[in-house]
């Protein structure tokens, strides 16, 4: 889905790991990454409260599927609203944030609209939104799968003033449950148009969640599109209010490359009770 959608990768069946030594690996990954980030991270996060406290006016509420580029078959509640937001800092300098703010007002239809302020790393600033309306045919359940339909466009004003609608995407997000929730499988496929490229490209990905206690969860996922090597993605997300207040921290990179395309990230995910109409 260009910049909502994509994907991410998993292993064996979630009953057959061993967990206590996942959860100390896991770990031992956030020691090693926040000693090695820790100022970038800090300083990010505070720019992202601060953003996300204007936007809301309070402290906050949350929902699900950040820090992925995989999407699930799973909406906002119904009547329920919730923010995605994001800081992401590049290996060799550049920076990214974003804000997702989406709604279900009738049980089966999540509109998000949004967008993103980045400083690229050869310097100036540019800037993405995003529109996107995702419905579901099958909901996922415990120990079951499911999948809808995400429509949506990517524009992006800096670069591309010519053009009303921008880059246009849709995709088939899939998703299967193993032990309950304990683990969680999502596949997408879809396709993008690109008009100042004049091409349509395919796009993919695979994605898990690991379930580490009721709080902590593992991701991990690859994603890309048919012109060009795809991204693999990894990091933990942490309930700080469980349902309503999440944070995430990951690392990604383009495989087979070295370090000049990776990058660190830091979320907060706010998911409101129902108050629609």
């Known amino acids: 889905m260009e910049t909502l959608q994509n994907a991410r ?8 790991w061993p967990m206590p030594s996942l959860r100390r690996r896991a770990m031992r990954f956030v020691s090693r990454f926040l000693s090695k980030s820790l100022p970038r991270v800090a300083s990010g996060f505070v720019g992202l409260i601060g953003s996300i406290g204007c936007v809301l006016g309070l402290t906050g509420n949350a929902y699900a599927a950040r820090p992925m580029i995989t999407d699930d078959a799973r909406l906002v509640d119904e009547k329920s609203c919730q923010l995605e937001s994001w800081s992401k800092f590049y290996q060799r300098g550049g ?16 509109i998000t609209t949004g967008g993103a302020y ?23 359940a415990p120990d ?24 246009q995407y849709a995709y088939i997000p899939m998703s299967f449950a193993f032990g309950g929730d304990d683990f969680l499988l999502h596949l997408n496929a879809g396709a993008v148009r690109r ?29 890309g599109d048919s012109k ?12 700080l209010v469980p349902d309503r207040v999440q944070v995430d ?12 395309e990776r990058w660190l990230s830091i979320g907060l995910r706010l998911i409101s009770p129902a108050f629609l109409p």
């Open 118 to 140: 980045s400083h690229p790393q050869d310097g100036g600033h540019a800037s993405d939104v995003v529109f996107q309306a995702k419905t579901l045919f099958r909901p996922l």
């Open 95 to 110: 920076w990214e944030r974003w804000a997702l703010p989406s709604c279900n007002p009738t049980g089966n239809l999540e």
């Open 144 to 167: 079951n799968w499911g999948y809808g339909l995400a429509v949506g466009t990517v524009r992006h004003p800096s670069i591309q003033t010519e053009l009303q609608y921008g880059d």
């Open 195 to 223: 008009p100042l490229e004049h091409a349509t490209l395919a796009t993919w990905g695979i994605g898990s969640e690991t379930r580490l206690n009721s709080r902590l969860q593992l991701i991990a996922e690859s994603y």
């Open 249 to 260: 921290t990951t690392y990604g990179n383009r495989w087979a490359s070295e370090t000049g």
């Open 228 to 239: 060009s090597r795809g991204f693999y993605h990894v990091g933990l997300r942490f309930w």
């Open 9 to 16: 990768n998993r292993q064996a069946p979630f009953c057959t």
